[in-house]
């Protein structure tokens, strides 16, 4: 699984995740640095769509966290 992949690819910032996959859609959780995150991602053909949900400290922060993550997901599903 890609995911899998990811967070282990990055196991030093993230402490848990959790995902749930229904056909394409799948439900996640993870923790970072005592930072909760919970969210959906959606992806359909060669198109992805990630939403999730931050701490209100971190609401600020939303678009640069949305634009790293998408980033990460871009590469993890062209390269594997």
């Known amino acids: 699984e890609r995911i899998a992949l990811l967070s282990e690819a990055h196991r030093d910032e993230i402490s848990q995740l959790?995902?749930?996959?229904?056909?394409n859609d799948c439900k996640f959780s993870l923790e970072s640095k005592n930072?909760?995150?919970?969210?959906?991602?959606?992806?359909?053909?060669?198109?992805?769509n990630i939403d999730f949900k931050l701490p209100l400290i971190l609401i600020p922060f939303k678009k640069k966290i949305k634009s790293l993550v998408e980033n990460e997901m871009r590469i993890a599903f062209t390269l594997l």
């Not at 930072?35 to 992805?48: A, R």
């Open 18 to 23: 959790d995902t749930n996959w229904k056909n």
């Open 35 to 48: 930072v909760k995150i919970t969210g959906n991602l959606i992806i359909k053909n060669s198109t992805s």
